[in-house]
């Protein structure tokens, strides 16, 4: 690689410590197979209460969140999202078995409007989203959503976040999202079934060594 060698140390953080980031963070992956089972009253609450103390833009707090931890709901999330036909091949039923869904929402107009104030408007982002080159209600959903996995796994549960793609509009008629609304994805969680598991394509993708991703200085690509 052109430049200094990149190497990490552990002297820079405890990872031993019960819960620390780091811990968490090597714990984190997708889970495609989860048990029917009903998580703690009040717990998720709990959870995006923690997961939206995160960044957002001007603190406009434009995240909003869809919780469905009711069977009957989540049901009507995967009924509205495949066919029979489709459920029948889908390579991961187990995800289907998760007990929540939590569907995080941009909501531009408050970004709009944040930015309309005395303190923001020379930055004329208030004028409407097309002046924003980054839609940061969906990049503030995405801190908050990242926040809201690694609490999860810090108590125990098991995630997988995936996109709504074709099946946005229908799951916000269905579940009565307002239009200008827009779904970052929807993130599943439960805990794990262990002895049924569902490895992807993806998750046997190596991961890119460090000296690929990080650029010293300048953009400069490794030997």
């Not at 029917?36 to 103390?53: E, Q, Y």
């Not at 929402?105 to 097309?130: A, C």
């Amino acid at each position: 690689m052109v430049g200094r060698w990149l190497k990490t140390s552990k002297s820079w953080s405890n990872s031993s410590t019960k819960n620390s980031v780091t811990e968490t963070l090597n714990r984190r992956k997708s889970c495609r197979s989860f048990l029917d089972c009903k998580l703690p009253d009040g717990l998720i609450l709990d959870l995006i209460d923690k997961a939206r103390r995160t960044p957002t833009a001007g603190n406009s707090q434009g995240v909003e969140f869809l919780v469905l931890d009711e069977k009957s709901l989540v049901e009507d999330f995967w009924r509205v999202s495949f066919s029979e036909k489709d459920k029948s091949t889908f390579s991961f039923p187990g995800l289907l078995r998760a007990p929540v869904l939590v569907i995080p929402f941009g909501v531009p107009s408050r970004y709009i409007e944040r930015y309309k104030e005395n303190d923001k408007n020379y930055t004329n982002l208030g004028e409407n989203t097309k002046e924003w080159k980054v839609p940061y209600w969906l990049t503030d959903a995405a801190f908050a959503t990242m926040a809201l996995q690694l609490l999860a796994i810090e108590n125990q549960l098991e995630t997988c976040f995936i996109g709504l793609f074709d099946r946005e509009e229908r799951i916000k008629e269905t579940f009565s999202i307002p239009k200008t609304y827009e779904a970052l994805g929807v993130l599943i969680l439960g805990y794990p079934d262990t002895e049924q598991v569902t490895v992807g394509g993806s998750q046997k993708r190596k991961r890119r060594p460090l000296s690929e991703v990080v650029h010293l200085g300048a953009w400069q690509p490794p030997l």
